[in-house]
Every structure is written in C-alpha cells, then in structure tokens.
C-alpha cells in the first residue's frame, strides 16, 4: 500500500503529482489499449462478415447441385383434395375420384356401473388378447386394455344418472386397425368401423382402379407427389405437377438477395463519415476502409455473380440478373420469368453456373481452415493476444514506477521534514546566544 505525505514538509500535492507522472509515462500503453481496441473490432467486423460469407457459400452451392432447379409443384382442380410436391416430383397429371375416407375403429359397450365379467377377448391384428382386470372396477378396465397392447386403448364416458358406457379406440387408422371385442354378458356396438380411404384412378373407363390407403393421405400418386383427401368427391379430380416457376424464381432472386447482403455490409463498414462539432469538423473511416482482404472478397464474389455465363459467352442481365452503378446486384423478376418461359433448361443452367462461381467465391473466403477472410481473422486474433500481454507488462511496469516515486517522494518529504525540525532548533540556539550576550 503506497505511503501518502501529501504537503507533510514540502506543503506538495506529492499524490496528483506521481499520478501526473505515471499518466505520462503510461501514454505508450495507452496507445497500445487503442489499438487493441480498433484490432478488436475489425475482428467482430471479419467474423460478422465471414458469417455472411459462409451462408452464402452454402446456399449457392445448393443452388448449384444437379438437378437443384428442377423444382415442380402439385395441384389439384379441387379444394376437396390437397396436393404435395417433393423435390423427386416429375411433370405430370392424372384423374382420381375420392370414393372413401379413411376411419378409425371406434366400439361402445351399453351402460354399466361396474364390470360384472372377469375376463375380455379382443381380436386384433390376427391375435388373440385374453384381458383379465384386477377387480370389476370400470377404471381397472381400462387400465388392463390399455396396458395390454392389444391395439385398443379404452376409455370410460360418463352418460349420466351415475352410469357409464366404455369405449374401445383403434390405435391404428383403416382396415389393418379393425378389432373384435367380446365378454359374456355384454353388449358392444361398432359406431364406426375400421375403414381404408378408396380413390378410383381413370373413372369411368375400362382402365379404372382402386387404390386404398389406412390414412387419407395417399404417398407418390405420382413420382414424387402425394395427396392428402379431405372429403369424398362426387365427381372426378385431376391431379397436376408442373414446373415450379415461382420457385425458380425466388431461387435465382434469393442467391443475387444473398450476394447484396455481402456488399451492403461491406459498403455499409467502410463508408467515411464526416461530422461537425463545435471544435470543428471530423472524418471517420469505417473499419473495413482500405482493407485489402475485404476488398478482394467482395470483388470476388461480384465478378462471379456478374461475369458472363454460358456458350457463348452472354451477360446475365439477359435472364435479369445485372450489376448497378454502385457494384451491386439487380434481379428483374419480369425479365427472368420471361427468359424462364423462353427457354426453361438454358436458364435454369445460366443460374447454376451463376451459383457454382459464388459458390466457390464465397468458399475460398469462407472454408474454416483455409478460408483468406478466416486466416485474417486467425492473425487478427493472435495481434489482439499479443496487444494484452504487452498491456500487462505495462502494468506490472507502471506500478512499479508508482511504487518507486511513492517511496521517493516519501523519503524527500521525511529529510525535508528533518531539515525544517532543523533549522528549528538551530535558530532557537542562535537565538538563546543572541539573548545571553543582551543580558551581559
């Protein structure tokens, strides 16, 4: 702990005076927090950027796969009916008639207070379950069907007066969850039997068949298509897969969306900005301003997104895809539909070679190993580790140097105030001398 004699002997502020001291010999370290500061922040600035980068790596190499702009969609000429399309869908129609809906097995027994039988079958699957409950309570009842798994779960409806009916459920929709349930004694009753959805493909002709599923949702109508009934039609249905340009479309304007992304944030972290105060004007560049890895990145992934695609050779405003005067991208939606209608095969591949040069744009930044815009931030991070053990060492120096001055200043003050003690006793001695020889 420092020893403070502020003005003992000297009447000096000693305590400002050693902190004046340090402050100035701490500038160096000081400029050294500065840059630590500004290093920090063009790595928060690189990995914000690299993440964007690296989303957009992934995404256009998706766009870029085979068969990545084969998209079709599914629809149905009825609202009775819902289609959907998966990426294995192929171009297609066909004519259906729902005829049936899927049902779930559902039996009811008559009213009863209590279990009077001690054992009940069930037929399920093509097995036999024999259920013996523990007592004749309704509720033991329904625990033993329950845990018996016998494809049946029951359950006790209250119907009034202090009476209940149980309830016995199929567990599986359709046909395959059908059940017999019997026990002497008692009444059961089917209130809904176990039933498949039927459609009829071709109706009414020679080639018409039936076709059942256990849900309503009948899987790959069509090459990857399905169906989903959600009521019986009356009358006959056509199902309908064709090319999905909408989302064509929003592929193509996604990945150019994503490429802007890139150079908004770029454009938007190296702007110089300029403001003014009362002691004048100051300009301020922003981190990434003259960076020369960032530029290279962001160039990169322009040249790719704008350069020429096909053979020959065309410029990719033709499908709509185009740079501005501020080196960005610019998507006509109008224009791309109408080169998709022209010629489906030929811009479909225009945007792929278009993904595949981001794609590999936006990787040789981005890849976490060799990646420029990763071994930047890598370099970066080890500056910022080597700035903080030289701002360490800076303390370790500086509160020795406070701990010196205090001991210094400390001790002046101590032969200061020795030296005043003194004088003090030698002016008294002059001063007995002086008035003995007075008094002679």
């Known amino acids: ?39 920090q922040s063009m790595v ?94 309704l509720d033991d009842v329904v625990n033993s069907v329950n845990a018996a798994g016998a494809g049946v779960t029951a359950s006790k409806v209250s119907v009034g007066g202090g009476e209940f009916r149980l309830q016995f459920s199929a567990t599986k929709s359709g046909a395959a969850g059908a059940f017999t349930i019997s026990d002497a004694g008692t009444t059961f009753t089917d209130v809904k039997t176990a039933q498949d959805a039927e459609i009829a493909l071709w109706p009414g002709t020679t080639a018409a068949q039936t076709v059942k599923s256990s849900t309503n949702t009948f899987t790959d109508l069509l090459p990857g298509v399905s169906i989903t009934a959600k009521e019986v039609t009356p009358a006959p249905v056509t199902l309908t897969v064709s090319r999905d340009d909408a989302g064509i479309t929003k592929l193509a304007s996604d990945l150019v969306d994503g490429a802007n992304g890139i150079f908004a944030l770029v454009a938007s972290k190296a702007a110089v900005s300029t403001s003014t105060t009362t002691s004048g004007t100051t300009t301020s560049a922003g981190v990434f301003a003259g960076d020369s890895t960032v530029r290279s990145v962001n160039q990169s992934i322009l040249s790719a997104a704008s350069l020429p695609v096909g053979t020959p050779p065309r410029s990719p405003s033709e499908i709509g895809i185009s740079i501005t005067k501020t080196g960005t991208m610019e998507f006509d939606a109008t224009k791309f539909a109408a080169a998709l209608a022209a010629d489906p095969a030929g811009t479909a591949a225009k945007v792929q070679e278009i993904a595949g040069r981001i794609a590999t744009a936006a990787t040789t930044a981005s890849d976490k190993y060799t990646g420029t815009l990763t071994t930047t931030i890598t370099g970066q991070q080890s500056e910022v580790r080597d700035l903080a053990d030289r701002i360490s060492d800076w303390d370790t120096r500086l509160a020795s140097r406070k701990a010196t001055l205090e001991r210094t200043y400390s001790g002046l003050e101590v032969a200061l105030s020795n030296m005043n003690a003194q004088k003090t006793w030698l002016t008294s001695q002059l001063a007995g001398l002086s008035s003995g020889s007075s008094s002679s």
């Open 44 to 137: 928060s600035a690189l990995q914000g950027l690299n993440s964007k980068v690296a989303a957009l790596a992934t995404q256009a190499t998706a766009a870029a796969k085979p068969g990545a702009l084969d998209l079709f969609s599914a629809t149905t000429s009825s609202d009775k009916v819902v289609a959907t399309a998966t990426a294995a869908a192929k171009a297609g129609s066909i004519d259906f008639q729902v005829n049936k809906l899927a049902q779930t097995q559902v039996t009811v027994t008559d009213k009863v207070v209590g279990w009077p039988y001690t054992t009940m079958t069930i037929n399920s699957g093509g097995q036999t379950y024999t259920i013996t409950p523990l007592t004749s309570s």
């Open 1 to 39: 702990m420092g020893i403070s004699l502020d003005g003992l002997a000297s009447g000096l502020d000693t305590t400002a005076l050693i902190s004046s001291i340090i402050q100035a010999e701490a500038i160096p370290q000081t400029l050294l927090k500065n840059k630590s500061y500004d290093v």
